[in-house]
């Protein structure tokens, strides 16, 4: 078992490159689907999500060339089958978009109910009634969802929860229906438009991602494209979130400082000065910490998947800071973690209280799902001593080279080989 070892309470300093987002990546690569065609996808994350959905296509038929470490050829021409394999798709949340993507080119799709981190009931009704209005039925039987329709023919769709997943997935599945569709109170992450904006490039007609309402006209055919995936938006904040706990200085290349706001905004509170420039973000974080509160929200508000990391920050701010999750029911299961490194947090529902303390000192701790495991990473940073962080495979599947990469910022961290190497050997 790999375990990530962290030595802390240095300051970090240097420069650090981000990767494509995630959870872009997650959704364009199965769009590719949709074109019968081959195309080039660039920026793309080298991360297990990744990985994983890739090989779902390949199982599929699809012929996946590697270009260089960040860009992937997709040719689904040869994609025959509208049916995704169980056991490499159950594993993994985003996996849904294979439903929505190939309803789009088969008006038919069977694909394993999704996993992926736990962090309380995660239902995908919202995606079932948006397919159900452009005219599929669905049925799940054996733990597949099987969707399918005669014909899907454009409507008006309401999504009663602002959902990312239900947003994209009947962008995915609107796409090549007759008529338009129109998706009201949609979600806007900057990954929405992203994503439609390679399905734009593919040939489809999408308009207004980025605003709660997103109109499809179906068009009869689509074709291969060259896209760039938009830079990690979470994965920035996370380093951003590293040096404030830790202090120094960092300059953040390859984002776009204006998907950054609510991470800047409240760090800004916090007392961390940041500078923006055209594609990067300079963050220096010298005085001590000042209390904040946040409530998370769907896209513009205060990412849900920003609030792990920026909690660990808190641990360290001088007095009381509340933190409001408004997105996931269970979303703190990192907290008895913290506490293993002196945080004294409480939590009570949705709500969790920090009271700040002067110092956390290194303990070995658990990744209780990806976002956690980032907050353990951003304390174990800050803390006095060694931090062992369990179950890195969680952080894995969404950040690439952390370890390489807060090493080039001058953090003592490395991935360890236990149980042969005791911590002291590692050292
Ligand atoms: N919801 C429903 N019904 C649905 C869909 C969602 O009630 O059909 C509820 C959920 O239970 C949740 C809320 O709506 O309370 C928002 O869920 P959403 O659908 O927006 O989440 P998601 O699409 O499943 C994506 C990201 C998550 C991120 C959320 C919110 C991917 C693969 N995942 O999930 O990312 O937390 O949006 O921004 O894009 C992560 O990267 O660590 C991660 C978990």
Request: hydrophobic content about 45%; overall charge negative.
């Amino acid at each position: 078992m790999d375990k990530f070892v962290i030595n802390g309470g240095r300051k970090l300093h240097g420069d650090v490159r981000i990767s494509g987002a995630k959870n872009a990546a997650v959704a364009i690569i199965p769009a590719a689907i949709l074109a019968e065609d081959i195309c080039r996808i660039e920026n793309v994350p080298n991360i297990n999500d990744v990985t994983s959905i890739a090989r779902i296509l390949q199982e599929m038929g699809a012929v996946i060339r590697m270009v260089n470490k960040s860009t992937l050829e997709i040719d689904s021409r040869h994609i025959n089958s509208p049916v995704a394999s169980y056991d490499l798709v159950r594993h993994m949340r985003a996996s849904y978009y294979l439903l929505g993507a190939l309803l789009g080119r088969f008006s038919h799709a069977k694909v394993a109910l999704p996993g992926g981190c736990n962090f309380g009931v995660r239902p995908i009704d919202q995606h079932l009634k948006g397919f159900m209005a452009l005219g599929a039925e669905y049925k799940l039987e054996g733990g597949m969802v099987n969707v399918s329709a005669d014909h899907l023919t454009g409507n008006n769709v309401y999504l009663d929860v602002v959902s990312v997943g239900a947003t994209m997935n009947i962008m995915l599945a609107a796409v090549k229906a007759d008529g338009m569709t129109v998706i009201e109170n949609a979600a806007r992450e900057p990954h929405i438009v992203d994503l439609a904006n390679f399905l734009n490039s593919m040939g489809a007609d999408v308009r207004g991602a980025g605003t709660d309402i997103i109109k499809i006209r179906g068009v009869k055919q689509m074709k291969g494209a060259t896209y760039s995936i938009i830079p990690d938006q979470i994965e920035a904040g996370t380093y951003m979130a590293a040096v404030a706990a830790a202090g120094g200085d960092i300059t953040v290349h390859d984002v776009i400082p204006k998907h950054l706001e609510s991470i800047t905004a409240k760090l800004e509170e916090m007392g961390v000065e940041i500078t923006e420039y055209d594609e990067a973000i300079r963050v220096v974080r010298e005085k001590p910490l000042a209390k904040c509160n946040i409530k998370t929200m769907p896209h513009p508000g205060f990412p849900t998947d920003m609030q792990p990391q920026i909690a660990a920050v808190l641990c360290l701010a001088d007095g009381t800071s509340i933190i409001n999750e408004n997105v996931w029911d269970n979303r703190f299961r990192y907290v008895e973690e913290l506490r293993r490194l002196g945080a004294q947090i409480s939590v009570d529902g949705k709500i969790a209280v920090i009271e700040g303390v002067k110092e956390l000192v290194g303990a070995p701790v658990k990744a209780m799902d990806l976002r956690a495991g980032a907050a353990m990473v951003v304390a174990g940073l800050a803390a006095r001593g060694v931090t062992e962080i369990e179950n890195i495979e969680y952080i894995e599947r969404g950040y690439e080279n952390i370890v390489e990469k807060l090493q080039g910022l001058g953090a003592d961290i490395r991935r360890v080989y236990f149980p042969e190497a005791s911590v002291a050997q590692a050292l």
